[in-house]
C-alpha cells in the first residue's frame, strides 16, 4: 500500500482518517487545526514542535496497533487457496464457463486437504479442477468428498510443502470479534477485508441454487465481494 505524506509527516490511510476524523468533530484542539490550517495564526514554533512530536508518537502507536493485521496476513495468505472448476460438458449448457471460489489447507492425520464449497466444484472432476496458490504454483486434486447438506468440499491433495491453516474454534467466537476475510472474488485473488462478528448461528437463508438443510453460519460484515 503506498504512504501518504503530509507536511513531512508519514501517514498511513487509516491514520490520515482518523486526523481527519478529530479535525472536524466539534471541540477539536485549536492546536490541531494549526496543523491543517494555512491561515493558522500559531507563531510559537516550540507548541507546533510539540503537536509534531505528538503526532508522531500517536501514528506509532496507531502502527503498532495495526500491525498484528500485517501478521496475520503474513502467516495465513500461504493457506488459502484459489479455486477454479471447469464443469463437465453435460453441465456447461453451451456455454464453458469456470467457476471460481476459495479454499484453505487443512492438515488431518499428517494428510493434506483444501477444505472449499461444494457448489464451486460440484460440476466438475479431479482433472478439470485447478488449484493455485499465493507462491503461484499451481495443481489438481487427486480425490474429491462433497457433502451437499453443508455445502462443503473436501479436495485430497498430493502436493509437496503446502502450509495448513490451524482451525480455531468457533464456538469461543463473539459477536463483535474483529475477524479478516480472506479469498478470491471475481477471480481478484488472495484479497483480504476486515470485519467482526455481526451475528452467529443464522440459518434458514435462501443461498441460490440448491438447498442447504444444515446451516449454523457466522455473520460478518467484512466485505467478501468487492
Known amino acids: 500500500m503506498p504512504h501518504k505524506w503530509f507536511s513531512c509527516v508519514r501517514l498511513r490511510p487509516a491514520a490520515y ?4 476524523a478529530a479535525l472536524c468533530a466539534p471541540g477539536a484542539p485549536a492546536g490541531a487545526q494549526v496543523i491543517l490550517s494555512d491561515h493558522s495564526t500559531a507563531t510559537d ?7 509534531y512530536a505528538d503526532l ?11 500491525g498484528i493485521y500485517k501478521r496475520v496476513v503474513q502467516l495465513v495468505s500461504p493457506s488459502v ?6 464443469p463437465l460438458p453435460q453441465y456447461r449448457f453451451r456455454r464453458d464457463v469456470e467457476e471460481a471460489g476459495s479454499g484453505v489447507i487443512i492438515r488431518v492425520g499428517g494428510r493434506d486437504y483444501v477444505l472449499t464449497n ?4 460440484k460440476h466438475s472432476d479431479e482433472d478439470n479442477i485447478r488449484l493455485e496458490l499465493v507462491d ?14 453443508t455445502d462443503v468440499a473436501v479436495l485430497a491433495v498430493a502436493e509437496a510443502d503446502l502450509v495448513p491453516a490451524r482451525i480455531g474454534n468457533s464456538d469461543l467466537m463473539e459477536i463483535g470479534d474483529v475477524v479478516l476475510a480472506f479469498g478470491s472474488p471475481f477471480n481478484l ?9 455481526s451475528a452467529k448461528g443464522r440459518s434458514n437463508l435462501e443461498l441460490g441454487e440448491g438447498e442447504v438443510p444444515y446451516q449454523n453460519f457466522m455473520q460478518t460484515d467484512a466485505a467478501i465481494n468487492p
Open 17 to 20: 482518517l482518523l486526523m481527519a
Open 45 to 51: 514554533e516550540a507548541a507546533r514542535d510539540q503537536l
Open 56 to 66: 508522531q508518537r500517536d501514528v506509532a502507536a496507531l502502527d503498532r496497533e495495526l
Open 81 to 86: 487457496v484459489h479455486v477454479e472448476a471447469r
Open 118 to 121: 461444494r457448489h464451486v466444484i
Open 136 to 149: 503461484g504454483r499451481q495443481f489438481h486434486p487427486i480425490r474429491i468428498w462433497m457433502d451437499p447438506e
Open 189 to 197: 485473488r488472495q484479497s483480504v477485508s476486515r470485519g467482526i462478528i
